[in-house]
């Protein structure tokens, strides 16, 4: 597709369950990021892959969350036993390069979680 | 660790009036610096950006000027239009991710 392209769009979990968000990265893409957002804030730093490594998990706010990017294309963000305090949209983001090169993200629309 | 304050919203103007969004930020060195831009409906984009003190990043009308004196970087437009409303996050380049803003809301009434 032409843009970074994340699913599902909206998920509601109850309290306990797992859940997994999708990305679809822009074509070509070598870096990747998830970044999680409040309500009212601005997007907070997960975790950065370049191609299918793993070079940053520092923001990923628990043991619960985990992300892979197993072929250097599409990635999946899980929550395990999902909490109240995990409702926020997560957004992907990709980049052409290098981040410490280029500095432009490409990002999705987003997955909104409600968890109940 | 770095960081970046934006002025709160939201900033409530009329069409074709002077915008001012205030953003500072606290680094190490003189990191690269952006304003993003979240339409209705819409991901994050790039609006513009500066990678060294005294570059003014430039697109759509809007201008934001890199001071490491006052170690800040606030948008301004000449005459905002109705189509400009959306919320704009400041955000700099720490290594290889980019810390960003809590955002400023920004709604232009006809």
């Known amino acids: 597709g032409a843009g970074v392209s994340q699913s599902p769009r909206y998920k509601v979990a109850k309290r306990g369950q797992d859940v997994a968000l999708r990305c679809d990265p822009i074509?070509?893409?070598?870096?990747l990021f998830w970044y999680q957002q409040a309500l009212g804030q601005g997007p907070e730093f997960l975790t950065y892959?370049?191609?299918?490594?793993?070079?940053?998990k520092s923001g990923l706010p628990s043991d619960r969350f985990f992300a892979e990017r197993p072929e250097g294309s599409v990635s999946t963000l899980k929550i395990q036993r999902t909490q109240q305090e995990d409702s926020a949209v997560y957004l992907c983001a990709s980049s052409f390069g290098d981040m410490r090169v280029t500095g432009e993200l490409f990002f999705g629309e987003g997955s909104r979680l409600t968890v109940l | 660790g770095n960081s970046v304050t934006q002025m709160e919203g939201p900033v409530t103007l009329s069409e074709e009036a002077f915008l001012t969004i205030n953003c500072t930020y606290t680094?190490?060195?003189?990191?690269?610096l952006f304003w993003y831009v979240q339409y209705p409906g819409e991901g994050l984009q790039l609006l513009l950006k500066a990678t060294k003190a005294d570059d003014k990043g430039s697109n759509k009308g809007f201008e934001a000027t890199y001071r490491k004196e006052t170690t800040s970087f606030h948008l301004e437009k000449g005459s905002v239009q109705v189509s400009d409303s959306a919320v704009y996050f400041c955000?700099?380049?720490?290594?290889?991710?980019?810390?960003f803003g809590t955002g400023t809301r920004l709604l232009v009434s006809p």
């Open positions: 074509s070509g893409h070598v870096s």
């Open positions: 955000a700099l380049k720490d290594f290889q991710k980019l810390v």
């Open positions: 892959f370049q191609n299918e490594a793993q070079l940053d």
């Open positions: 680094a190490t060195g003189y990191p690269s």
